[in-house]
């Protein structure tokens, strides 16, 4: 089974925790904080492989996490950092994310890899919370959660020629003559729904990929039939092979179905129209298939401009002009040194995905919903996260940082008092309208 479009969910790692501890030795009075830091999250890593040619394990696989960092030690010794997780992935695969539908990466050669979710830091342990005023502190933070996110993965065929052509038009048996794929086949339209791949011995010492593409039908870059579900491959191709029938057999006027095909490709991207392009006149075995091919020829002259089209005569069921396509297809392939351009979206991703949320930058709005006094505040939930609401000295920091931001005075001004609800994203608590005193300061 061919599988070429996966939602997945990934997430990196979590922080480990750090700890308190203090150093208990013989003869060592009043020994000082020694907890170490957690380690850090692993990363989710997707890494090409050509090995692989479709997304079929992701079918059965949905839900990738990476390893969690290890919890800080005594003695002030840091836990392990995780490993990272690798995930394997095909050639041409375009990952988006799922909520803004934006492109974060296009990955099409081996090797190439991308941190699709970045691990957490590690939480920090009580040495690092010394001070002069408070040189034994009791206080260690938990461990950043790490980066998640559901992406959606699309795989654009990795061909160097394409078949496109309207339904039933003999793509397939084509491609079942000139190589070893065996694609179904049947006297209806959509017999191909998914792609097919087949490489091509072209006689000479010289060999391509050939893709087998589902049929097009008007309003296809609409979506309409298959729509974009066969066009996102057509861009992979180097070389278009254009497979027309031109014995007319279900009633349509082969210049016209040309003509459809390409404003079908052009308005999905402008740049097919630049792409190389081989006109297979198929089903010349049949009656009247000369006369329309002379037709075809005509209108084809009146409306090419300046653009110049091969046309090859060929019958896929008696192989006449089999061999002579395939020369031609090798010959053009020859003459494109270059790689289809691919847009670069590769360093946007990397700046999505590797930097980190200024969590810092402590914005805050606070407003009452009924009874309960709420704070909207991205970088403040996430500092709370890493609280160790366990201890007395990790809450009263907590505290004395709301209080330097305002969150307190904000809460004051809109009415709130003591023993009033305050709710922190998944937190809650009660309000105490205290002084400015902190004996932690």
């Known amino acids: 089974m061919f599988v070429d479009k996966a939602k997945i969910f990934v997430k990196g790692g979590d922080g480990g925790d750090g700890i308190v501890s203090f150093r208990r030795e013989k003869y060592v009075e009043n020994g000082g904080p020694a907890g170490g830091d957690g380690g850090r999250g692993g990363d989710l ?22 390893e969690r960092g290890e919890r800080g030690k005594v003695k002030g010794m840091h836990g392990a950092s995780a490993e990272h997780t690798v995930v394997r992935i095909p050639p041409g695969t375009v990952i988006i994310d799922d909520d803004s539908q934006e492109i974060i990466a296009d990955l099409t050669r081996h090797g190439q890899e991308i941190v699709i979710a970045k691990g957490g830091r590690g939480g920090r342990g009580n040495i690092r919370f010394a001070t002069q005023s408070n040189p034994a502190p009791y206080i260690s ?19 160097d020629v394409g078949l496109v052509g309207f339904p039933s038009v003999g793509k397939s048996t084509l491609l079942s003559v000139v190589s070893g794929a065996k694609p179904k086949i049947g006297a209806y339209h959509f017999t191909t729904i998914t792609p097919n791949l087949g490489v091509v011995d072209v006689g000479d010492s010289r060999s391509f990929v050939m893709a087998d593409l589902p049929g097009l039908i008007e309003g296809a870059h609409e979506g309409v039939g298959l729509g974009h579900e066969f066009l996102r491959h057509v861009e992979r191709t180097r070389v278009i092979i254009h497979v027309i029938d031109m014995a007319a057999s279900e009633g349509r006027d082969p210049f016209d179905d040309w003509v459809k095909i390409n404003e079908e490709l052009v308005l999905y991207n402008e740049k097919l129209a630049e792409r190389p392009q081989i006109i297979a ?29 091969v046309i090859v005569p060929i019958s896929s069921l008696t192989k006449q002009g089999i061999q002579e396509l395939l020369y031609k297809a090798a010959d053009v392939l020859d003459t494109i040194t270059e790689q289809i351009e691919i847009e670069d979206v590769k360093d946007v991703a990397e700046r999505k995905v590797y930097t980190y949320k200024k969590r810092d930058e402590m ?8 009874e309960v006094f709420v704070v909207v505040s ?31 005075s904000a809460l004051r001004k809109i009415g709130a008092k003591d023993g009033d609800m305050v709710q922190v994203g998944d937190f809650a608590f009660e309000f105490f309208e205290g002084t400015d005193y902190d004996p932690y300061a």
């Not at 006369?291 to 089209?309: N, P, T």
């Not at 403040?380 to 931001?405: G, I, Q, T």
Request: glycine fraction near 6%.
């Open 141 to 159: 933070e938990n461990g950043e959660t790490g980066e998640e996110r559901w992406v959606v993965l699309e795989l654009k065929v990795m061909a």
């Open 45 to 66: 890593i997707f890494r090409v492989d050509e090995g692989l040619r479709t997304l079929m394990d992701f079918r059965y696989q949905k839900h990738f996490k990476a």
């Open 281 to 309: 006149a198929n089903k010349m075995d049949m009656p009247e298939a000369e006369e329309q091919l002379e037709l075809f020829r005509q209108q084809l002259d009146e409306a090419r401009g300046d653009r110049e089209y």
């Open 378 to 408: 991205e970088g403040v939930e996430n500092y709370m996260k890493r609280v160790n609401l366990n201890s007395y000295d990790a809450v009263m920091r907590f505290a004395r940082m709301m209080r330097k931001l305002g969150v307190d």
């Open 363 to 370: 914005t805050f709005t606070v407003h009452k919903e009924d």
